[in-house]
Structure formats: C-alpha cells, structure tokens
C-alpha cells in the first residue's frame, strides 16, 4: 500500500505569513493528491485536487503544487480563519489514503 | 445542491450490532461512488472503503476489510456503513463523501456532517 507522510505535524506562523506543508507518497501517485482543510469540530472541506487546482470558492491564497511523489500546500498569506488541521490525500488506484495531518496555529 | 445528510449519533454497546446511513440529494445516486471516512477522537482521516451504487461495487481499505460492510438502496438514494460486533475502539464519528466525478476516483468534494458512535458499557 502506498503510504502518506505530511511534514511539519505542527507549526505556528503569523497573520500574513507564506505557511508551506508537505505530502510526500511512498510510490508515485501522478497528480491524484487532494488537499483538505479541517477545522476543529467541522467537516473537511476540500481545498485542492488534482495536486494544484484550487476547489471553486476556496481563497487564491490557498495553492498547490507538485506530482510523483512529492507535494505542497502553500497558504501565501495566513489568515486567521485558516487556524486548522491540513491533510493530503491520494486518490488513485481505487485507494484513497489520506496522510497523517498537519495542524495549523497562530503565533 | 448536491448534499450528503446522515443518520444521528449513536450510543452502543460492545458486541452491538448497528447500521449508520448516508442519504443523497440533488445529483444522480446510482452514477457516483461513495465513501466512508473514520474520524477516532482527536485523531486524523481514515478512509474506510467506499461503493458504485449502480453496481454495487465496493472497496475496502485493508484496515477495515472484514470489519465493517458497506452496502447502498438505490432506491432511496441511501448509503450504509455496518457493523456486525461493535467493540470500544469502535469510538469514531464517521463521515461520509462523494469523489467529484461522476463514476470516477477522485478527491471527496461533498461531505455529510458526520455521524458520532459511541461504544461503552
């Protein structure tokens, strides 16, 4: 099975500061990579698919980029409301594993 | 409005058996799959398996294959996730979500609000 790492698993960043999380996938999953965003005591919501199209309604700040194994969620400039829990997830080849999370806080 | 809208919470205990439902509005059922996604308290996302309604066909992970059964009535456009025995570690609230193509393995761009188990005696 192809396993998801996510790094950092934790960070603190600033209001208007370039936030960037890692996904990187055990084997090759071409650009099948989704990005949610978990808030506390909500349902996910879908941020990113196809590794970098942005999901419609979802803030310009939010960007992905990426393909193979190794991918990026950047937040260019971090807003109060993004204080969250960030995964990635693989959708190919009927299995839809999702990484471990990142948890996003404010400094 | 596509929308995902699923049974109640739920207080059990181990050894009960028990079906949480997942009830699709406002697209085609029968022509895109849908997961299920395990939430342990304080913990991450686990996809769990997931099932093409027109034909039945399902999908499990490894990690829950022969633990639950997911199953979907196209006639009242309702998915299910069961189980058989519950045990504590059972504690979750369970999601599901819908891929955004139609019969297609995609990323889950529509949710249902969660349901929460809860296995104790």
């Known amino acids: 099975d192809i396993q998801m790492t996510q790094s950092p698993s934790s960070l603190s960043a600033s209001v208007g500061e370039r936030v960037t999380i890692t996904c990187r996938a055990s084997?090759?999953?071409?650009?099948?990579l989704a990005w949610y965003q978990q808030k506390p005591g909500k349902v996910p919501k879908l941020l990113i698919y196809?590794?970098?199209s942005l999901q419609a309604g979802v803030p310009s700040r939010f960007s992905g980029s990426g393909s193979g194994t190794d991918f990026t969620l950047t937040i260019s400039s971090l807003q109060p409301e993004d204080v969250a829990t960030y995964y990635c997830?693989?959708?190919?080849?009927?299995?839809?594993?999702f990484g471990p999370g990142t948890k996003v806080d404010m400094k | 409005e596509a929308q995902l809208v699923q049974s109640g919470a739920e207080v059990k205990e181990p050894g009960d058996s028990l079906r949480i439902s997942c009830k699709a509005s406002?697209?085609?059922?029968?022509?895109?799959?849908i997961a299920w996604v395990r939430q342990m308290p304080g913990k991450g996302l686990e996809w769990m398996g997931i099932?093409?309604?027109?034909?039945?066909?399902?999908r499990y992970s490894p990690s829950f294959e022969g633990q639950v059964t997911i199953s979907a009535d196209k006639s009242i456009s309702t998915a299910y996730l069961q189980w058989s025995y519950l045990k504590a570690s059972d504690t979750a609230t369970y999601y599901c979500?819908?891929?955004?193509?139609?019969?297609?393995?995609?990323?889950?761009?529509?949710w249902g609000q969660g349901t929460m188990v809860t296995v104790s005696s």
């Open positions: 406002g697209y085609s059922f029968n022509t895109y799959w």
């Open positions: 979500a819908r891929p955004r193509g139609s019969n297609s393995h995609d990323a889950f761009d529509i």
């Open positions: 084997q090759g999953v071409g650009n099948s």
């Open positions: 099932i093409y309604p027109d034909d039945a066909d399902t």
């Open positions: 196809a590794a970098s």
């Open positions: 997830q693989k959708y190919s080849g009927a299995l839809f594993t």
